[in-house]
């Protein structure tokens, strides 16, 4: 930094109050040095700041060299586009204060053509969007000019991108960035992660040694609980809903202005329902925000909340992210924060200052919830926090990378091949992969053989380009796709729009049916383009909409983090509020069977009406023991055939059969090792069916399926089909296609979680198992045994015995209700 | 679970009683009618797949030769004199490159059958002139007592309709089972068959009270009890 620049930027700071963190100067030296790097620390720390002050120190000392330069010199990424416009404001802010001159302006989804078409002529120096405007903006054939002056990239909130196919789509886009400008620096900003080292290798590519800098000192965070009041009276197993209301009532009042987040959005549904009908006088005072709701809603929201005017606003992990709310003196988590790192991003929301210390005050909504608060600050106390995997193979989106420059100028093979792989997500890329993706977007893989018209991508004098406009067309609107799934819009039947909803929940209403959707009872009233028309309803009984996504798996870090404060639950001093609050709950199960603890497998062997229950605790989360049952129940009824019914929470598992299962604590060592872990889960599980459902997406981004023109349903009918329907042709007519293997690998590593099954597994095989035979239900079972209904059937059961049986339950339920009738 | 009146299952088949008439309902999606010898079927979506490769969707090709074959099998299996479609036999008019329309020229060729085929709202004029004479159309519906068979189903004063158009489909959920599988669906007046095509979707109806349903596996056709009233 020189003098000057340096002057002016302390003036400015002290205007405001503030003065210059050492990691921004550390941030800022290493940018004018021309390094690259990642800067880590929790929310609301001058993060942006850091990495914005050297491109500016940079434009500063080029004014006074009298040097001008024309043309795009940053790009900003921001991970979604609500987030645009306030970084934009904070940018654009902090650019004129310290005299750049820069114009700092936005482009997403949202900007209007015009805008478009003067920023194309005339780009401005610094640029706002989203990892899919940035696709967009590769795909144009002028792509290439306009960054050929680029300097600098940062990626705003790189954790939320890493591990998804959207961070691996940005990989792609900055390997090409960096293809056309070769001396262009990356930098990063990021929430603190357990594997930040990965984080920054990732993304900063070929030039992985960058510099990791850590932002101020963690703030300290303070984890507490909402006890219930009557401490015997405590549900000995059950669910406690919103009987913690009056609390959380309490709380609320008693600040200026409070966050109150939840996991799911059904869950933000009841909380505002239920904190309107406890306190009417907050009407218009309190707010529901979640990612469902239509985005100018979402935005006066927000600015309402910055303005200080909201008593609370309920909310999902909608606002995780983003800029800072001032007024927010307190955050309110309801439910199991399931992660770490979760709970500490939330909790950064309030005392939003660097520095100040923040709070988040948890309710719990079932029992051993409490427990899950005292691991989580436990597991934070120690700094556990969860790490973040990239992926690697995406084949999807390789295909609709190489679509996307083939479209902006097109490339030749050879370069392309090691563009691409200087990403991390394809540095392991095989050749025959890289032919199948090749052959894949200009023949459309192997079984096109037979259609001369088909084509993508074509090879003209050694380079590759897309020459049909309509299939430009078309692609360019399959870039956003990746992150969405299939929404339909929700609207007033009278006009106006409530948001958007997933086309799964609206297929399973009915006419007429009542739902809370955006804090309103709203009824049904009709389908049609993607559109669900709605009115509003008198009272009366409702469903409130089960998003899907929303039932997040504990985390390895916390379920860990359980077992020992159950372990230390042991001992009779030193306990956490919480756990004190449990201890009947805890001293019940230590009665009936004994408490699980980390060197030890709890099992049980209980006899109910239904038959024979057979519950196993590993604590590795809900998806992990969802396919440890099914592996369990296969590899049990191998040797004696059986039908189990199977289900799972994040604690345990449940294995119900007619007949007492031959089982003791060496049968369940054998049937607990890792063995051949994939090729047993293949052969017992319908992974079929599961990756029919993985493949939407991946058909969708590799440009298989096409959505069509918004407004122009009918006239690409012709062209129009489910991807569960290609998924079959597929399978029968072109069985070595890739991306079948990828449905298949992603249900393997992501659905199943098979790394951290074997992982469960490996750690089963290090501890004692002990069986428990309880009389009844123990506190740990009653959960699973109520959650059956979500369970699933293990069974060899022909296709004919499937449909029969269905069809005899179905007449079992029409003559119910004919008889109520 | 009891079977609904009237019907009897045989292996991959299931017979009904229908307007008087005896019906076998096949698991391959198909409906045969013994008395006139006739097999029937609806919404083939020939080329279909060729339609897509035209517009630049990477679907593979087989799916048009394979289904004539399915048909092939079927005529020679029940000793059908006579095929007939209802509707959407063909996708959309075939591309200047495209060579599905000969291979329906060679599968006639070899077929034990005469075709003949309702022309459904995809079987469009172009296609038609273009397609091999030995093919007999009905640009309307056709009665053939007591059926009228037609495209889009509808009650028709002049007989008990058999249509196809919708593809019809419904899921069935059970037990913590749930699966998808399309269905003959007869109503008082009219009756809908399933999509005869491998590369074509389904669409889930809400069958009536009285309304009789089979839902058809992948080795069966089971008769699913009536919704209640």
């Known amino acids: 930094m020189n003098r000057s620049f340096e002057t002016r930027l302390d003036e400015w700071l002290a205007a405001g109050g503030r003065a210059l963190f050492d990691f921004q100067r550390e941030a800022c030296e290493a940018y004018l040095a021309g390094e690259s790097g990642l800067i880590h620390s929790p929310t609301g720390s001058g993060k942006s700041l850091a990495a914005w002050l050297g491109p500016l120190a940079e434009a500063a000392a080029e004014a006074e060299e009298g040097v001008s330069r024309a043309g795009l010199r940053i790009l900003w990424i921001t991970p979604l586009r609500a987030l645009a416009v306030d970084t934009r404001e904070n940018l654009a802010e902090a650019a004129e204060a310290l005299g750049s001159g820069w114009r700092v302006e936005v482009r997403s989804g949202d900007t209007s053509q015009s805008v478009r078409a003067r920023q194309r002529r005339q780009p401005p120096e610094a640029l706002i969007t989203t990892p899919e405007s940035l696709s967009v903006l590769l795909s144009y054939a002028d792509g290439a000019q306009w960054f050929r002056g680029l300097q600098a990239v940062v990626v705003d909130e790189w954790h939320e991108l890493l591990g998804t196919k959207r961070g691996v789509q940005l990989e792609l886009c900055l390997s090409r960035l960096r293809g056309i400008a070769p001396a262009l620096k990356t930098w990063g900003l990021s929430a603190t992660l357990a594997n930040l080292e990965e984080a920054r290798d990732v993304l900063l590519g070929p030039r992985g040694r960058g510099r990791l800098v850590r932002g101020s000192a963690p703030k300290s965070v303070r984890i507490r609980s909402v006890l219930p009041r009557t401490l015997e009276r405590f549900p000995w197993a059950g669910h406690l809903g919103i009987k913690l209301l009056p609390a959380v009532v309490e709380a609320i009042a008693a600040a200026n202005s409070t966050l109150l987040f939840t996991n799911t959005r059904s869950q933000a549904e009841l909380w505002f329902q239920a904190l309107v009908d406890e306190r009417p006088d907050w009407v218009g005072r309190i707010a529901l925000h979640h990612g469902s709701i239509d985005r100018k809603l979402r935005k006066r929201i927000e600015d309402a909340l910055r303005a200080g005017e909201l008593i609370c606003v309920v909310c999902t992990s909608s606002l995780d992210l983003g800029v800072d709310f001032s007024p927010v003196d307190r955050v309110l988590q309801v439910g199991s924060p399931k992660g770490v790192a979760r709970l500490l991003q939330r909790a950064g929301r309030s005392g939003h200052r660097p520095g100040a210390v923040s709070e988040v005050l948890c309710v719990p909504t079932h029992a051993f919830e409490l427990v899950e608060i005292a691991a989580a600050r436990r597991a934070a106390e120690q700094g556990r926090i969860e790490a973040r995997r990239p992926l690697t193979r995406s084949l999807d989106v390789l295909a609709q990378h190489l679509v996307t420059v083939a479209l902006g100028g097109g490339f030749e093979a050879g370069a392309m091949r090691d563009e691409v792989s200087t990403t991390h997500a394809f540095a392991g890329l095989t050749d025959a992969e890289w032919q199948w993706v090749m052959d894949f977007i200009t023949r459309g893989g192997q079984a096109l053989q037979g259609y001369p018209r088909y084509r993508r991508v074509e090879e003209i004098d050694g380079r590759y380009r897309v020459t049909d406009r309509g299939i430009g067309q078309r692609h360019r609107m399959g870039i956003g796709t990746i992150a969405s799934d299939t929404a339909m819009n929700i609207r007033w039947l009278t006009g106006g729009s409530l948001g958007t909803i997933e086309e799964s929940f609206i297929s399973r209403l009915e006419r007429g049916d009542r739902f809370l959707f955006a804090g309103r009872l709203v009824e049904l009233a009709q389908v049609r383009d993607m559109t669900a028309y709605v009115r509003r309803a008198k009272r009366g009984k409702r469903t409130v909409p089960r998003w899907q996504g929303g039932r997040m798996p504990l985390s390895t870090e916390l379920a860990d983090s359980v077992l020992e404060v159950l372990e230390a639950a042991q001992s009779a001093t030193g306990q956490p509020a919480e756990v004190t609050a449990l201890a009947g709950l805890l001293d019940l199960q230590k009665r009936w069977s004994r408490l699980p603890v980390p060197d030890e497998l709890l099992a049980e062997l209980t006899r109910t009406r239904e038959g024979w229950s057979l519950f196993l605790y590993p604590f590795a989360g809900r998806l992990v023991h969802e396919g440890l049952a099914t592996l369990l129940a296969w590899r049990l009824s191998r040797d004696a055939s059986a039908t189990y019914t199977l289900s799972a929470n994040d604690y345990g598992l449940e294995l119900l059969s007619r007949e007492p299962p031959a089982v003791d604590e060496a049968r369940l060592r054998e049937v607990l090792v890792p063995g051949d872990l994939e090729g047993d889960l293949l052969a017992c599980m319908n992974t079929s069916e599961i990756a029919k459902r993985r493949f939407r997406d991946i058909a969708r981004i590799a440009g298989l399926v096409f959505q069509g023109y918004p407004g122009r349903g009918k006239s690409t009918r012709q062209v129009q089909a489910s991807s569960g329907l290609i998924f079959d042709v597929l399978e029968r007519y072109d069985s070595g296609n890739l991306l079948l293997d990828q449905a298949r690998r992603e249900v393997l590593e992501n659905q199943l979680e098979t790394r951290r099954m074997r992982g469960a597994l490996e750690s089963i095989a290090g501890r004692r198992i002990v069986l428990e035979r309880p009389e009844r239900l123990t506190p740990l079972a009653f959960p699973l045994w109520a959650e059956r209904l979500q369970s699933q059937i293990m069974s060899s059961e022909s296709w004919r015995e499937r449909v029969v049986r269905m069809a005899a339950s179905l007449e079992r339920s029409a003559s119910r209700r004919r008889k109520s009738a | ?229």
């Open chain 2, 1 to 229: 679970m009891s079977v609904a009146c009237g019907a009897t299952a045989d292996g991959g088949q299931l017979a009904i009683e229908c307007a008087g008439e005896e019906l076998l309902l096949h698991h391959d999606r198909a409906l045969y009618w013994p008395r006139r010898r006739m097999l029937l079927v609806a919404d083939v979506h020939l080329g279909k797949e060729w339609a897509f490769g035209r517009a630049g969707l990477a679907v593979p090709g087989g799916a048009t030769e394979s289904d004539l074959g399915r048909l092939d099998t079927l005529v020679r299996s029940f000793g059908a004199e006579e095929l007939a479609v209802l509707g959407d036999f063909t996708h959309a008019p075939p591309g200047d490159e495209d060579r599905w329309l000969d291979h329906i020229g060679d599968w006639l060729h070899g077929i034990p059958a005469e075709v003949s085929i309702v022309a459904g709202n995809h079987d469009r004029p172009a296609t038609r002139q273009r397609m091999d004479r030995r093919i007999r159309w009905y640009p309307e519906s056709r009665l053939e007592r007591p059926f009228v068979l037609q495209h889009e189903p509808e009650p028709d004063p002049r007989g008990y309709g058999l249509g196809g158009h919708l593809h019809p489909a419904m899921r069935l959920r059970g037990g913590g089972d749930s699966i998808r599988l399309p269905v003959f669906w007869f109503l008082e007046r009219h009756a809908v068959l399933p999509a005869f095509g491998s590369f074509t979707g389904a669409r889930n109806v809400r069958p009536g009270a009285g309304d009789r349903v089979y839902a058809i596996a992948p080795d069966a056709v089971v008769a699913l009890p009536a919704a209640p009233r």
